[in-house]
C-alpha cells in the first residue's frame, strides 16, 4: 500500500539493526539519558554493560503452553497502565498452495470481519444467505466457463441481489468500534512471507476483554463480505503492482533472484489467483494453519503471570488441540550466474542488486546484518556517503539484509535511485565499488565500533516500548526456537570483526551470486 520505494522496503523489514538511524546530538542524548535509560546504557562505551538491564527483564519473562498447544510469553512492567497483545500465526505467503497466492493475506483481512456475536446483527439471518452466496459464485463459474450468457446474467442479479441483503445484516467494524470504546490503540495486522501477526494495545484493567475477543476470533470467525473484500484487495494488487513501477520491477526482480523456492511469490498473490479464491480455499486454509500449536502469543505489560494463564487457560483453552501443519518447501538450488531483469516505466529509474545469502538462524547471520549496515544504514552508511553525498549520481541508496524473510536463504539486497542526469549503470558501478571494499579492505575498529553502537542502540530501543518488546520476543520465539536468543544479540554483535566481514563478504559478492533489476525511464 506504500506509493514511494523506502517505505514500500522499510515495511518488509522486521530486524533491528535496519531501523532508520537516529543522529544522537548533545540534547536528544540527554533527552534519551533521562528517558529511554536502556538506549544512553547502550551508547556508553562497551565496558559499560547493560547485561543487568536484560537479567531484569529475563527475570521478569514467563512462558506457559496450555493443554492444546497455544504458547504464551508473558513480561511484566508495571511502569504504565497499559498493555500490548501480539498474536503470531506462524504462516505466510510462502506456506500457500500453489494457484492460491495471496491466500495469507486475504485471510488476514477476513480476520477482521468478526464472529457469530460480533459483526452481525442476527446472524441466524445472514448465515444462510452467506452459503447462498457462495452457491451462487460456484454456478457463476460455470456458467462463465460454459458462456451461457443469459443464464448468466440472472445469476449475477440474484448475486447482487443476495449480498445486498447480506451486507444489511453486517454491523461494519464493530469489532474496532469494541476496542476503540475500551481505550484500544494500534488495531492492525501485518503478513509478510512467512508469518500473519495481530496487534493492538489495551489499558492494564481490559485483559479478560481482550481474552475474549482475541480467542473469539479465531475460535469461530465468521469470514463474511468475502467478495466485497476480495474487491478491495485486487484493488490494492493494483495500487501496489500493475499502477506502481516501483511495485512491478520488485515482483519481476524476486521472480528472477528465487526460481523454486515460494519467497518468488507476492504476498498479496498474483490478480488471477486472488479473483479464483472461495470461501471454502480460505477455511481449508484456516482450518489447517489457525490451530493452537501453530499460535504463539506474547503480552507486555502491566499484568501479572498467573492472572494471565488463568484467563488464558479460560478464553483459548476452549480450541481444540490439533497438530501442528508440517512446512515442506522446495531448497533453493545455488546461484551459478549471473541474472539480470529489466522493466520499462515512465519513471525515475531504480537500480536493484541483490545476493542469496542464509537464513536467520545461520551462525553468521549477525556478520551479514552488520555488514548491511556498514554499507547501508541511514546518511554515515557507505552507500549514502558515496553515492549520494560526494558524486551526487543517487538520490537514496540502501540496502537491507533478510529479502523477503529470513526462515530460509534469502537475499541481501541492495538499491539505488538514480539522480537526474545519470543512469542505472552509473550507480551500479558506484555501488559495486564499495560492496567490492569489503572483500579487499578491513573494515576499520572505529568504523565498526559506530555501527555496533548503533545495533546495540537500535535493538534496545525497539525494546523499550511494550509492542516492540512483545513483537521481537515473538520473532525469536518462532523462527530461532526461543525468545532467549534475542537477548543473545548484543554478544553475537560484539563478536564481529573486521576479518568476519570480509571472509562473509567474499563468499557473497561473488557475480554468480548476484540479481540485478533495472527499472528505465519511458516517456509516457
Known sequence: MNKTIFPWFLGMVNNFLLRRLLFFTLALFMTCWFWMPEVALALQPPAASIQPYLDRVIKQLTEFRLDNGLK????????????????????GGIDEPDGKTGLAHFLEHLAFKGTKRIGTTDYQAEQPLLERLEELDKKIRIATTKAQKEELTQLQAEFKTVESQALKLVKQN??????????????????????????????????ELWMSLESERFLEPVFREFYKEKDVILEERRMRVEN???????????????????????????????????????EQFFATYYVPSNLTIAIV?????????????????????????????????????????????????????GYHRPSVNHPDDVVYEIM??????????????????????????????????????????????????????????????????????LVSAEELQRVKTQARAGLLRNLDSNMGMAQQ????????????????????IAAV???DIQRVAKATFIPENRTIGKLLSKKA
Not at 504464551?72 to 504462516?91: G, K, N
Not at 490503540?185 to 493492538?200: C, D, H, K, P
Open 372 to 441: 548491511g549496515s556498514l554499507l547501508s544504514n541511514g546518511r554515515t552508511s557507505r552507500l549514502y556517503k558515496s553515492l549520494v553525498e560526494k558524486q551526487r549520481i543517487a538520490l537514496n541508496a540502501q540496502g537491507f539484509s533478510g529479502f523477503p524473510g529470513d526462515k530460509a536463504p534469502n537475499l541481501m539486497l541492495f538499491y539505488a535511485l538514480t539522480a537526474p542526469g545519470n543512469t542505472v549503470d552509473d550507480v551500479a558501478k558506484a555501488l559495486r565499488k564499495e560492496i567490492d571494499k569489503l572483500k579487499t579492505e
Open 244 to 282: 506502481s513501477p516501483i511495485g512491478a520491477m520488485i515482483e519481476k526482480f524476486i521472480d528472477t533472484a528465487f526460481k523454486v523456492h515460494p519467497y518468488r511469490r507476492p504476498v498479496i498473490g498474483y490478480d488471477e489467483d486472488i479473483r479464483n479464491l472461495t470461501p471454502d480455499d480460505v
Open 174 to 207: 464493530e469489532m474496532g468500534r469494541i476496542v476503540e470504546q475500551a481505550g484500544g490503540v494500534g488495531l492492525n495486522a501485518t503478513t509478510s512471507s512467512e508469518a500473519t501477526r495481530y496487534f493492538y494495545s489495551f489499558p492494564a484493567n481490559k485483559l
Open 473 to 492: 520476543l515473538l520473532e525469536y520465539e518462532v523462527k530461532t526456537g526461543s525468545w532467549r536468543n534475542l537477548f543473545k544479540q548484543l554478544d553475537q
Open 72 to 91: 504464551f510469553i508473558v513480561l511484566e512492567r508495571h511502569q504504565a497502565p497499559v498493555v500490548s497483545f501480539v498474536t503470531y500465526a506462524d504462516v
Open 497 to 499: 570483526t573486521p576479518a
Open 301 to 353: 505489560g502491566d499484568v501479572y503471570p498467573n492472572e494471565v494463564k488463568r484467563l488464558a487457560q479460560a478464553y483459548f483453552g476452549r480450541y481444540p488441540a490439533r497438530p501442528k501443519p508440517k512446512q515442506q518447501l522446495p531448497i533453493e538450488p545455488p546461484q551459478t550466474e549471473t541474472r539480470e531483469v529489466s522493466l520499462e516505466f515512465p519513471s525515475q529509474p531504480l537500480y536493484l542488486e
